[in-house]
């Protein structure tokens, strides 16, 4: 479980995330929903640890990691899928997939994970040698998620997954990520600009308004609230 009390967080002078309290289930995927610029990145990279918060209190398993480093949080199965894929370009597929194993020790299961991953991301086997730079959009995309599942997490934070990409892509990328979350049993949350994905996805979302949470509930209830609907949903 992560729960996150009371969070401030922004750059510098400027404050982007007030107060902000929340809680992550063990094995659910949960869902950040909120307009541009709103604070939904600023906050996975304060779970993920690349933002120290002004303020606040995050735990994870009951233990407080506010201060504790990005590579500790990496180490210890928190990893970040960023928006913009940021794969290393001038590296192959596989090369990719390796450096997101860097933190890992045990070389047999990270062996296991890459031929897993090769095993439901069929396209990356195809295209190990590629340079990623190459790769396109949604190749990208799968290839990000992949680099992500081989640190081994406990908790993917993924910002941006569908941005971009043609809808059958998408439906390929909720397919995996469906099967991940079923067989590996790790906690995912998603921001995502479709909310429709996004709920669809989740069990559980958390709106996001001018950095503080507005509203939250289980995905089917937010799905059928009226201000939700006009203001995500174009319904
Ligand atoms: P989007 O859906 O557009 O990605 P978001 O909800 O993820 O939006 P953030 O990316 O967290 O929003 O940005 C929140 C605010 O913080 C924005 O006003 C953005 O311009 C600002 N911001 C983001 N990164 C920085 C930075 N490195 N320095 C200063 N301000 C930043």
Not at 135 to 156: F, W
Request: hydrophobic letters at 40%.
């Amino acid at each position: 479980m992560v729960r996150v009390e009371r969070l401030n967080a922004g750059y510098g002078d400027v404050q982007i995330l007030w107060d902000l309290s929340l809680e992550i289930e063990t094995g659910s995927i949960t869902a950040l929903i909120g307009a541009n610029g709103v604070g939904k990145t600023t906050f996975l990279r304060t779970l993920a640890g690349a933002i120290q918060p002004y303020s606040g209190t995050i735990l994870f398993d009951d233990q407080d990691i506010t201060r504790l480093p990005q590579t500790w949080r990496a180490r210890h199965g928190i990893m970040m899928v960023p928006e913009g894929r940021q794969l290393y370009s001038g590296l192959s597929v596989e090369d990719n997939l390796k450096m997101g194993a860097y933190t890992r020790r045990d070389r047999e299961g990270v062996r296991r994970d890459l031929k897993w991953v090769y095993g439901i991301l069929p396209v990356l086997e195809e295209r190990r040698k590629q340079l990623a730079g190459t790769l396109s959009g949604g190749e990208a995309q799968m290839c990000a998620v992949a680099r992500g599942l081989m640190a081994d997490p406990k908790v993917l934070l993924l910002d941006e997954l569908s941005l971009g990409l043609a809808p059958v892509v998408v439906d390929g990328l909720i397919r995996v990520l469906r099967e991940i979350h079923e067989k590996r049993d790790i906690t995912i949350l998603l921001v995502d600009q479709d909310v429709q994905i996004a709920l669809e996805l989740a069990s559980r979302g958390y709106v996001f308004v001018n950095g503080r949470v507005e509203m939250s509930g289980p995905s089917t209830e937010l799905m059928k609230n009226k201000e939700i609907q006009k203001a995500y949903l174009g319904i």
